[in-house]
């Protein structure tokens, strides 16, 4: 089946620490997205990319890096810099045509300890 | 530009009667607009979406949607609440005249009390 993989689905790390997560499709979507969901609000675009080797920030790229060097993944890093990481990220993917949607994954909810 | 406004953060509704959660959207091409849902520590599933045709569109688990283009809206309706819909919705369009990104609203908490 088709679909769209994060993993882990829960990371622990220590504070100051960079942790990549991952996320991988088999849908051959051209594009994939990053959001980031604090408790009871809303997504927040991190970085997309609408095509491999090219990618976009979003509204809250500080503290953040992704790579895109295969169609297939798209890992986020969460870096040192980001100043309040504990939260739940999602990843999704979609072909850039304005009659698709986004299919997601199940997210990777990130504890900084 | 293009956004999406989810008036209610809450929506409480008894086991059985019709719920509606509501949704409002600006964007300057012919909009395209979808429903999510998300479940608590799961990531977004596709309920419906309107492209074109019939203003009402039916979708996953007996949701359904009616676009107004004179209010600018999408509503997300169904006739009898479940227990199990209790979940957050997400509300979000696209702008059709070019291929971007979607926009999302803040999502609306719909609880159905048993």
């Known amino acids: 089946d088709g679909g769209i993989t994060q993993s882990p689905k829960y990371l622990f790390r220590k504070e100051g620490q960079n942790v990549t997560l991952s996320c991988e499709q088999n849908?051959?979507?051209?594009?994939m997205y990053w959001y980031r969901q604090d408790p009871g609000q809303g997504l927040r675009l991190i970085y997309y990319?609408?095509?491999?080797?090219?990618?976009q920030k979003g509204d809250i790229a500080e503290g953040y890096s992704v790579s895109r060097e295969k169609k297939e993944s798209f890992p986020l890093t969460v870096t040192s810099a980001q100043k309040n990481p504990t939260a739940f990220y999602l990843c999704?993917?979609?072909?850039?045509?304005?009659?698709?949607?986004?299919?997601f994954g199940s997210g990777t909810r990130l504890t900084i300890v | 530009a293009q956004s999406v406004a989810q008036p209610e953060d809450q929506v409480n509704v008894a086991e059985g009667n019709p719920l509606t959660v509501k949704c409002t959207y600006s964007?300057?091409?012919?909009?395209?607009l979808f429903w999510y849902v998300q479940y608590p520590n799961r990531g977004l599933q596709f309920l419906l979406k309107?492209?074109?045709?019939?203003?009402l569109v039916k979708g996953s688990y007996g949701f359904e949607a009616e676009f107004n283009k004179s209010q600018t809206s999408f509503h997300l309706k169904k006739p009898s609440a479940l227990v199990s819909d209790s979940a957050l919705y997400f509300c979000?369009?696209?702008?059709?005249?070019?291929?971007?990104?979607?926009?999302f609203g803040t999502g609306t908490r719909l609880t159905v009390i048993p």
């Open positions: 999704a993917s979609s072909m850039p045509l304005s009659g698709y949607g986004y299919t």
């Open positions: 990319s609408q095509i491999v080797n090219d990618f």
């Open positions: 979000a369009v696209r702008d059709g005249a070019g291929a971007n990104n979607l926009f």
């Open positions: 849908l051959n979507h051209d594009a």
């Open positions: 309107y492209i074109t045709g019939d203003n």
């Open positions: 964007v300057s091409g012919n909009p395209y």
